[in-house]
């Protein structure tokens, strides 16, 4: 396992002077075998269920690959937003909104699509396999450029960038009251139900673009989008 620290109070992002947060992401395995799956947890911050999650798959995913046996590169983010998991206000918990702005941690990614159109523009053959590498690569471009403003949007383009090369992402919430249920885009609804099956989920919500552009949805609709 390679454990990897990023830097969220950067130029001008840090909230206080003299404060410094950073996330953390696990890597397993090896990009070598072709596949990258990225999993994160707690998005909103306070939802236990989706780190538990992770600190089990993190000692499996660690036994694993001690054992070599990870055919494809597994990229963990268990404690995916230290900045809400750090707004306690009053004894209570506060980790669906950005305090500073009120801005939902799950909205405000990079919306890729337009970048990429203009990016691409006779770059694209009829190699399938070539263009996933081109578009991926360019998508990487447009995150570089993305300048963040504040502590939270460099939380989220350092998400972003760590899942946007993945050819799996699963992003991990819980709710205060709720069946098992999984979202998704539409186009990837044949590729989740296997998926759905095995996690026996109640409610299955799809849709092409939900909108103010949620860590999710910055990672797939351009595909469709642009397909
Ligand atoms: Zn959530």
Known sequence: MNVQHHKL?????AV????????????FGSAEH??????QSALH?????????????????TALDAAGQISAEI??????????LAQEVYGTAIGRFDLANGINFNRGYHYLT???IAALEGKLGNSADVNVQTIRAEALAALQRWQPKSESEQMKKTLQTLAIDADVVLDLHCDNQAVMHLYTGTQLLPATLPLAARLGVQA????????????????????????
């Not at 206080?16 to 890597?27: D, M, N, V, Y």
């Not at 072709?34 to 999993?39: A, C, E, F, H, N």
């Open 9 to 13: 109070s950067v130029h001008s992002c």
């Open 16 to 27: 206080t002077s003299g404060t410094q947060r950073e996330l953390i992401s696990l890597h």
């Open 34 to 39: 072709g596949k990258k799956v990225y999993i």
């Open 45 to 61: 911050a306070d939802e236990i269920p989706g780190m538990l999650v992770a600190h089990y798959l993190r000692q499996s995913l």
């Open 75 to 84: 990229v963990l983010v268990p404690v995916a937003n230290p900045i809400g």
């Open 114 to 116: 337009p970048p990429l």
């Open 204 to 227: 299955l919500l799809v849709c092409s673009a939900s909108g103010d552009n949620p860590f999710d949805e910055s990672c797939s609709r351009h595909w469709w989008e642009l397909a």
